[in-house]
């Protein structure tokens, strides 16, 4: 069965431009050579931190990015070439959730219009009234009451503003959505409710999301499976229940290790701490992306391709302990 | 009111802090930010201040450094007793000389806390200086050492790099060796990791355990990571709404949390060792300073808020074994 949304190999390089005639004196490898499908009615999330290449994955799925090789297909159709109306279309099923929902909203705007301008763009709706009463019904769907229509963002607190946020991504019926640090941005009471908001909007409309997030307590809460990123690599992939019982790739354990969880009995847990810093993604290392800070790294992993193996049903990890 | 008892062993605590109270001015009227907030802090202790955006642990730390902005903001009343020594009468010049020396801080971000013109080296030294008058390659062979002590290699070439040369970990390791640079008392850390990758803040984390066991100073630590308290501090005090709602020794809190506030904080928090399903969350946000409402500050949300919430607010008690909870419909322990 084709999946709804397919990335094979998608690799985006950035050029660094230095000089007056703009030569070009590095390349920021941003992602390289990723490949993950969501279906419908299902999360995938990807995890990682800061320049790990997440967000710009993101951005080559709502085609804000153009991959600089490989493909991003919809319903089996490759989308990156899409152009005009084609393109359009993709993004009417294609939306997109962001961060700060204090500045993804237009301050000029009232929540009706904010949310109507999906519509009218995509040609919803026969008449402005019709498109109001639409509003009115995608609004309630993410908690927010019909008198919301004629306030401003700034009246809202952010709670109530990202979830506008998802009123705007739903209202041209999309069928999935990329949330990239979604609840980030949101205190832990507020972020609570609009992971459950997230979660319910899955299971009444079939919605399949790629939720973008540094938190893994809340990917483990939301994703059906998971992939983790470093420097651009997808370095394991697996359904959210194995990967936080059984992570396989080093990275990964390091990763769940440092996480601090709220119980005081856990304190003299043994805490894998990784030395170092993430290398810079203009020079990665070669080899396996992770060997510089890796603790079992040995002199194979400092060179050449490391491939993908598939220790279990439906995991992937990209490291030389699982040949 | 002393909420914050703990054994002392008869000497004055390292920070105590006595009915602060911080109003800042909302377009002519003023409001209060924090109200009556009273905590301490023994020597090589950690105390950590949690809450959510707009609680006022950040204005409390402020206040008690003496680095709010007045106007508008202005301390209505409030001692801060450094080693006994309420400081909050001084001018200041004499903050000045206190600040950096007999207390120090750890803020956020350490991409903005550092001057981006002058050198790493410079500004240690700088530090050193200002409360000492010693030869300046003295005061930066001091600052060399402290940032060995703090794991950044090589400190000599380090001394020379401007901040935008270093990674977010390291720079947050070179304000922590400039708060360690004089030796303080006590340590106002400001969400100090929340910037940071959480492979980079469990290792900033570690230093700060490593720094204070070794060297006995004090923390008070600023955080909305409940992960985070219960993973390194000694007793933490919960904040809402400009209040000290709940405080009690780490253990106690997290297995026993009291005040329906802390109840909903601790069940929101999405945890590694649960698996999915509904998260319980707390109904509406919390409020705007001047939408805060007359009673208890949490009783809009509270599901369990009855007519004397709505009426007044509610004191700060000793529910038992120094837990203290300012929440009427908790009772006391061994009582009704």
Not at chain 1, 76 to 103: I, Y
Not at chain 1, 179 to 196: C, H, K, R
Not at chain 1, 294 to 313: F, K, L, N, Q
Not at chain 2, 244 to 269: C, K, M, Q, R, W
Request: hydrophobic fraction near 40%; charge should be neutral; charged fraction near 25%.
């Amino acid at each position: 069965m084709t999946p709804l949304v397919e990335c094979v190999g998608l690799t985006r390089h950035f050029p660094i431009r230095s000089g007056v005639f703009g030569r070009t004196a590095g390349v920021v490898h941003a992602v390289d050579d990723v490949s993950f499908h969501a279906d419908r009615g299902e999360t995938y999330s990807l995890v990682g931190e800061s320049g790990c290449g997440k967000t710009t994955t993101g951005r080559m799925v709502i085609r804000l990015e153009k991959p600089t090789s490989g493909a991003m297909r919809l319903d089996g159709e490759d989308v990156s070439n899409l152009t005009g109306k084609a393109l359009s279309a993709f993004r009417r099923r294609v939306q997109a959730v962001f961060q700060d929902p204090f500045s993804s909203l237009n301050p000029r705007m009232t929540v009706g219009s904010i949310v109507e301008e999906g519509m009218l763009v995509h040609g919803i709706g026969h008449s402005p009234s019709e498109r109001r009463e639409r509003a009115k019904e995608i609004l309630a769907l993410t908690g927010m009451s019909p008198d919301s229509l004629d306030r401003f963002p700034h009246e809202f607190s952010g709670g109530q503003r990202q979830r506008v946020g998802l009123a705007r991504a739903l209202s041209t019926g999309p069928d999935f959505i990329v949330a990239d640090e979604a609840v980030s941005a949101l205190d832990v009471s507020i972020q609570a409710q609009i992971i459950n908001l997230l979660a319910e909007l899955r299971e009444k409309l079939g919605l399949g999301y790629l939720f973008i997030a540094h938190d893994l307590a809340v990917v483990k809460h939301l994703s059906d499976r998971v992939g983790v990123m470093y420097l651009g690599h997808l370095m394991e992939e697996a359904p959210a229940a194995d990967l936080f019982r059984e992570p396989l790739h080093p990275y990964t354990k390091a990763l769940l290790s440092a996480i601090p969880e709220p119980d005081p009995a856990k304190r003299g847990k043994k805490r894998i701490i990784l030395s170092g810093d993430v290398p810079r993604s203009d020079r990665p290392p070669a080899g396996c992306r992770f060997h510089t800070r890796c603790p079992e790294a040995t002199d194979r992993c400092r060179e050449g391709d490391i491939p993908e193996s598939h220790p279990a049903v439906g995991r992937r990890v990209r490291c030389l302990l699982y040949e | 009111m002393d909420s914050t008892k703990t054994a002392g062993d008869g000497r004055s605590p390292r920070l105590a802090v006595e009915g602060l109270s911080v109003a800042f001015d909302q377009g002519g009227r003023e409001a209060l930010a924090v109200e009556d907030v009273s905590f301490r802090v023994e020597r090589g202790e950690t105390l950590a201040l949690v809450g959510e955006s707009g609680c006022g642990k950040s204005v409390t730390c402020m206040a008690v450094m003496r680095l709010l902005a007045t106007p508008p903001a202005r301390i209505v009343s409030g001692k801060v007793l450094l080693s006994g020594k309420d400081v909050m009468p001084l001018g200041n010049g004499e903050m000045r000389r206190i600040r950096g020396k007999r207390m120090a801080m750890i803020f956020q971000e350490p991409m903005t806390s550092f001057d981006p013109v002058y050198t790493i080296g410079y500004q240690l030294v700088e530090a050193v200086l200002t409360h000492e008058a010693i030869d300046p390659a003295e005061a930066a062979l001091r600052a060399q050492a402290v940032m060995r002590d703090v794991g950044l290699a090589d400190p000599a070439g380090l001394m020379r790099r401007y901040p935008h040369e270093l990674s977010g970990g390291m720079k947050q390791r070179a304000m922590i060796a400039m708060a360690l640079v004089e030796n303080p008392e006590i340590i106002l850390c400001d969400e100090p990791t929340t910037a940071l990758d959480v492979t980079i803040q469990a290792q900033i984390m570690d230093l700060l355990a490593k720094l204070r066991d070794e060297r006995g100073v004090s923390l008070l630590f600023i955080t909305h990571n409940l992960g985070l308290v219960a993973g390194f501090a000694h007793r933490a005090a919960v904040m809402y709404s400009g209040r000290i709602i709940e405080t009690a020794d780490v253990e106690a809190l997290y297995a026993n949390p009291l005040h329906p506030y802390t109840i909903g904080l601790f069940a929101s928090v999405p945890r590694l060792d649960q698996d999915g399903g509904r998260l319980p969350s707390i109904p509406g946000s919390v409020p705007s300073l001047p939408e805060r409402p007359v009673g208890c500050k949490f009783w809009p949300r509270c599901d369990r808020a009855r007519d004397v919430c709505r009426e007044e607010d509610p004191p700060l008690e000793d529910k038992g074994r120094g837990h203290f909870c300012a929440c009427r419909l908790v009772a006391r322990e061994g009582g009704a």
